[in-house]
């Protein structure tokens, strides 16, 4: 039982560039959430999905997207990458909408 | 207010308590949350408290909730240097008119900092 796995780790894009940052769940859960880390500004909440093909903004949602196409993976899209998206990445799960999350370990992101 | 807001830093010598506040905004949030991460790590739920209790305790970790006031505490007795971490606390943000999506509105976080 891995909980939430986030890949990579580590990335440094170009201004321009794209990427996709990998979550996948194996709690079955059916929440899923990605936030955004900055130092000193807590955790803000870019997009989020309620179940398969389901998606919804969240407080930060400009420059990404997202698809949820199976309970499993939630990839969030970065579509020319700018300097402000330079940050920590976060996926969560939860199995229902009160029980608290399961968090991944984080992509670090810099884009230069 | 709209924001979630706690302290950003705490120093405490080890084997003494630590307490760590936050307002929240919303009185009719259902749970509140307090969430651990260490250095390089995501975030993992610590403790939590539904809103018709004052009081939890967990071992080591009391909770407290002053709805009067909207806010909450985490006390942490005989701190020890691996309480070192960054504190958040969290609670449910509904839009208005829809129905609970699980979203969650993170405070700015409390570093402990535990001195031995």
């Known amino acids: 039982n891995a909980g939430v796995t986030q890949t990579p780790k580590f990335r440094i894009l170009k201004i321009g560039q794209s990427m996709t940052l990998q979550c996948t769940q194996d709690?079955?859960?059916?929440?899923m959430y990605w936030y955004r880390q900055d130092p000193g500004m807590g955790l803000k909440l870019i997009y989020y999905?309620?179940?398969?093909?389901?998606?919804d903004k969240g407080e930060v949602p400009n420059g990404y997207n997202v698809s949820r196409s199976t309970t499993e993976d939630f990839p969030l899209r970065l579509e020319l990458a700018a300097p402000s998206q330079t940050s920590v990445y976060f996926c969560?799960?939860?199995?229902?909408?009160?029980?608290?999350?399961?968090f991944g370990s984080g992509t670090r992101l810099t884009v230069v | 207010g709209e924001d979630v807001e706690q302290s950003l830093f705490l120093s405490v010598r080890e084997g003494d308590s630590s307490v760590i506040n936050c307002t929240y905004t919303?009185?009719?949030?259902?749970?509140l949350y307090w969430y651990k991460q260490e250095p390089g790590a995501g975030l993992q739920l610590l403790t939590y408290?539904?809103?018709?209790?004052d009081m939890k305790q967990d071992q080591r970790l009391t909770v407290l909730l002053n709805k009067k006031d909207k806010h909450l505490s985490l006390r942490i007795a005989d701190t020890q240097t691996g309480d070192s971490a960054i504190y958040f606390c969290?609670?449910?943000?509904?839009?208005?008119?829809?129905?609970?999506?699980?979203?969650?509105?993170f405070g700015q976080g409390t570093t402990l900092q535990v001195k031995p």
């Open positions: 969560a799960s939860s199995p229902t909408e009160d029980y608290g999350y399961t």
């Open positions: 709690m079955n859960h059916n929440y």
């Open positions: 999905s309620v179940g398969a093909g389901i998606t």
């Open positions: 919303d009185s009719s949030s259902t749970y």
């Open positions: 408290i539904f809103s018709n209790m």
């Open positions: 969290a609670e449910p943000r509904r839009d208005h008119g829809s129905s609970n999506t699980g979203k969650l509105i």
